[in-house]
Nanobody, 125 residues
Framework: QVQLVESGGGLVQAGGSLRLSCAAS????????MGWFRQAPGKEREFVAA????????TYADSVAGRFTISRDNAKNTVYLQMNSLKPEDTAVYYC??????????????????WGQGTQVTVSS
């Protein structure tokens, strides 16, 4: 497994931007597909975005498509989530996840082998 640590969360006004980072250690980062998930109070954890090992394939939830961008830097063992045009409904704890199989990362019911501890994102109206 790979160890994951998220950072970059915080409080932002609606319409603003944040960039989340997830640093990985412990295994060969480039061998893993990566994903971002979020969980709002009282709600189930939901899929946000995923990226394959090379960065050449990405998938987004409909709710964030066109506003969020997932990327990765394999030299830095880090995956990013750039969040623009934030809305109050984006408020949640954001988690990164990793799995060797991209199909697992994009399937919330089975994802994933490794998870971070989460970072809080709060969007005020």
């Amino acid at each position: 497994q790979v160890q994951l640590v998220e950072s970059g969360g915080g409080l932002v006004q609606a319409g603003g931007s944040l960039r989340l980072s997830c640093a990985a250690s412990g295994r060969t980062f480039s061998g893993y597909a990566m994903g971002w998930f979020r969980q709002a109070p009282g709600k189930e954890r939901e899929f946000v975005a995923a990226i394959n090992w090379s960065g050449g394939v990405t998938t987004y939830a409909d709710s964030v498509a066109g506003r969020f961008t997932i990327s990765r830097d394999n030299a830095k063992n880090t995956v990013y989530l750039q969040m623009n045009s934030l809305k109050p409904e984006d408020t949640a704890v954001y988690y990164c996840a990793a799995d060797p199989d991209y199909r697992v990362v994009v399937t919330p019911t089975v994802c994933c082998g490794s998870w971070g501890q989460g970072t809080q994102v709060t969007v005020s109206s």
